[in-house]
């Protein structure tokens, strides 16, 4: 009877421990809206986020932007691009500090043109990521496509393009 009733107790136990980090898992923001600068939306982008939690120290994220660039005459631009870049991502860590590692892609439209420039490109960096809904969140990333002009390191290969292939985000989890 003595058994029984500790092996009720340690069960007891542990199922409310599994529940804590259950509860845990669903506090934690699902969502960022940030602002970009450089990076896979060209010079400032707009991006939206989704947070797959997997599990403790697993985030798959899913991101969707919207920016703007120019060709690589920074002074007397002659063309602008609208950017749209889509992302996604494994978030690897613990807590609050995650490295990234991933694959994005970005369509560059020209306006009042039609023309149009898409790359791909893998994606590497760190993230500041609260565990608390309407907080704070930073990013700091790399996203080199494969088409980079590796001269230069600030356009596309057999394009104007202005790309800066090192990125930084900053925005609110909700």
Do not use: W
Not at 13 to 26: D, G, H, R
Not at 66 to 90: C, E, R
Not at 118 to 125: D, E, L, T
Not at 140 to 164: A, H, M, R, V, W
């Amino acid at each position: 009877m003595n058994k029984l009733l500790i092996a009720v107790i340690i069960s007891m136990l542990s199922i409310n421990t599994f529940s804590q980090e259950i509860k845990f898992f669903n506090q934690r923001p699902d969502r960022n809206l940030t602002l970009g600068l450089g990076g896979d939306g060209g010079v400032i982008s707009i991006h939206h986020e989704k947070l797959n939690i997997i599990s403790y120290n697993l985030i798959l994220a899913t991101e969707l932007g919207l920016g703007a660039t120019q060709d690589v005459s920074i002074v007397d631009p002659s063309h602008y691009y609208l950017s749209i870049p889509f992302n996604i991502s494994a978030c690897f860590g613990k807590r609050m500090h995650l490295f990234e590692a991933g694959l994005g892609s970005t369509i560059h439209l020209r306006i009042n043109d039609p023309f149009y420039e898409f790359c791909i490109y893998p994606i590497i960096g760190y993230r500041l990521q609260p565990v608390k809904p309407r907080k704070f969140m930073f990013k700091i990333y790399t996203s080199i496509p494969y088409n980079l002009n590796y001269q230069t390191y600030i356009n596309l290969k057999g394009s104007e393009i202005f790309f800066i292939p090192l990125g930084i985000s900053i925005g609110k989890s909700f």
